[in-house]
Structure formats: structure tokens, C-alpha cells
């Protein structure tokens, strides 16, 4: 599975910018795609991840802010992101999870990320 990501770009606080990422898997579903962050100096931290299903989990504080969606192209995911903070500059990396039967475990895959930079 190939992730590319594309929508970074550097906005003044308070505007919205829109990621996107189209995975690259044939013939099924992802189970999980999503989106992590790593600020300078910091740890990857979660943004937001959402299920085949439809079920969304946000990193703390986020939600209400960003909003993740998949859309009905197979195997894509977006992150608006609105109201953004200096605080939210980042790396964003897109993340898929996905259960391999082949291999019989859960296999994750990352993107090469993308800037997104806030500025006050």
C-alpha cells in the first residue's frame, strides 16, 4: 500500500486548509486511514483516524476543529482542518492500518508527509 498526500501549505491562524490522501490497494478496503502530526522537536502525535466503517477517533482537542472524512473514492481519506492554531504546524503524515490475511497481522503504512505551517 502506497499513501500519497497532498493539501499542505502555510495559512494564517484562524484559516482552514484541506488534506488529502489516496491510497494505493486494489480490490479492498483499508480498514483504518487516518492522520498524525510531528511538530518540531516532538513526538508523532494522533490526529485523527476513521474506519471503513465510518467510525472516528480524534487526537485530544481536535475534534470540532478538524474533521476527517473518507470519501466515496475507495481508499481515500481528508482531514479539514478549520480555525487553525500557530500550535498546529506540523509535519502531517497520512497512516493506513490494515489487517493482512496473507501474513495473518495488522500491517501500518505511512505517507511522506506534508507541511502544514500556521502563521500568527
Known amino acids: 500500500v502506497q499513501l500519497q498526500a497532498s493539501g499542505g501549505g502555510v495559512v494564517q491562524a484562524g484559516g482552514s486548509l484541506r488534506l488529502s490522501c489516496a491510497a494505493s490497494?486494489?480490490?479492498?478496503?483499508?480498514?483504518?486511514l487516518g492522520w498524525y502530526r510531528q511538530a518540531a522537536g516532538k513526538q508523532r502525535e494522533l490526529v485523527a483516524t476513521i474506519t471503513s466503517g465510518g467510525s472516528t477517533k480524534y487526537g485530544d482537542s481536535l475534534e470540532g476543529r478538524f474533521t476527517i472524512s473518507r470519501p466515496n473514492i475507495q481508499n481515500s481519506v481528508y482531514l479539514q482542518m478549520s480555525t487553525l492554531r500557530p500550535e498546529d504546524t506540523a509535519v502531517y503524515y497520512c497512516?493506513?492500518?490494515?489487517?493482512?490475511?496473507?501474513?495473518?497481522?495488522?500491517?501500518?503504512?505511512w505517507g511522506k508527509g506534508t507541511q502544514v505551517t500556521v502563521s500568527s
Open positions: 497512516y493506513a492500518r490494515h489487517y493482512s490475511t496473507a501474513y495473518g497481522k495488522w500491517m501500518d503504512y
Open positions: 490497494a486494489d480490490g479492498f478496503s483499508i480498514n483504518y
